[in-house]
């Protein structure tokens, strides 16, 4: 059975930092792809950012060179290290885990998903 426990998240002003972390079990992040989602109220779940087994990362145009995805394998652990962040970034953020190697943005190629993390970012 896959599960993802999300811990991290809060409040924080403007320009702050946060980072989030996601425990998995029942999958590896040396396997397959895992990824961080975010979705604001009456707005759709999208992605933020995500890593392949090789370490390739890949994030959405709205927090590039702000946020870094990494994982550690041994721990078998994703984290999501957010900088600089500004209120449009205040969202429910959940990690996520594809059952395949190969990584996609779309959330319904997703299939594990954590409980979702608040942050709220204030001005």
């Known amino acids: 059975q896959v599960q993802l426990v999300e811990s991290g998240g809060g409040s924080v002003q403007a320009g702050g930092s946060l980072r989030l972390s996601c425990a998995l079990s029942?999958?590896?992040?040396?396997?397959?792809?895992v990824g961080w989602f975010r979705q604001a109220p009456r707005e759709e779940r999208a992605a933020v950012a995500t890593?392949?087994?090789?370490?390739?990362?890949n994030y959405a145009d709205s927090v590039k060179g702000r946020f870094t995805i990494s994982k550690d394998n041994a721990k078998n652990t994703l984290y999501l290290q957010m900088n600089s962040l500004n209120p449009e970034d205040s969202a429910t953020y959940y990690c996520?885990?594809?059952?395949?190697?190969?990584?996609?943005?779309?959330?319904?190629?997703?299939?594990?998903w954590g409980q979702g993390s608040q942050v709220t970012v204030s001005s």
């Open positions: 029942g999958v590896s992040v040396s396997s397959v792809c």
């Open positions: 890593i392949d087994p090789f370490s390739v990362t």
């Open positions: 996520a885990a594809r059952g395949s190697n190969r990584c996609t943005f779309r959330r319904s190629d997703y299939s594990g």
